[in-house]
């Protein structure tokens, strides 16, 4: 792909990521002053048959349609383009320079109380918009959250809803259908396992990620107990009893008792 141009305009630079669900490259836009650097992402429908692509097609409209509102707030990239070229779909982006916040969770010092509650209420703050647009991200995870290197605020990526062309297929009566859920084990809960996300699910993977941030843990390493499911993490770190019964409130194995609204959350938080 690299130095292909596609619709004349946007010049494949360099390969960023490759994940299940497709590709994702660095690009310039060579229509604008400066060439100025954009992300173009390719999904590509794993079921090759006509059926597939149209139900693809629609369903790739529908989610560009949505990426697109959900671009105009500061901190979610803009979609600048959509299309289908040569059986592939395409989204392009605006380009956000920084790290993911792997690099902050992960290869630092454990996180104190104080910076775990700032860190929650940024994603949340962001988050709040999304679920006011009626959208579920579905796929929050270290990886998907990037730190602007211009101002120091995270901005959400990598929205989980328009992965699901990756999974049509066609069942019988020669229907397409979704086959696989979109999400990350570990941030993922059961009810977003099983097809159904819901609102919740999204603030399930931001309470993974508190307790990641909190503990110094990765989200894999923790146990569940086996006759709650309810995932165990207290034992590896010392938490107030407040912050620790929000954590455990948005991590609750039964998505009917944990926080329904982001506002719950950031009420609680700020207590």
Known sequence: MTNRILRHR??????LGKGGFGTTYLAVDLDLPNHPQCVVKQLTPSDPRPQVFQEAKKLFDKEAKILHRLGKHEQIP?????????????LVQEFIEGNDL?????????????QTVQLLTEILSVLKYVHQQNVIHRDLKPQNIIRRKSDGKIVLI????????????VIRGGQASITIAVGTPGYMPMEQAAGQPRFCSD??????MGIEALTGVHVN???TDRSTGEIIWKNQVNVSDDLGRVLDKMVLYDWRKRYQSIDEVIAELRV
């Open 203 to 208: 603030i399930y993977a931001v309470g993974m």
């Open 102 to 114: 792997t690099k902050e969770i992960y290869y630092r010092s454990r996180f104190t109380e104080n």
């Open 158 to 169: 990598d929205f989980g809803a328009v992965k699901e062309i990756k999974g049509l297929t």
């Open 221 to 223: 390493q923790f146990p």
């Open 78 to 90: 803009q979609l600048f383009a959509y299309f289908e070229e040569g059986g592939q779909f395409y």
């Open 10 to 15: 946007y010049q494949i630079i360099s390969e």
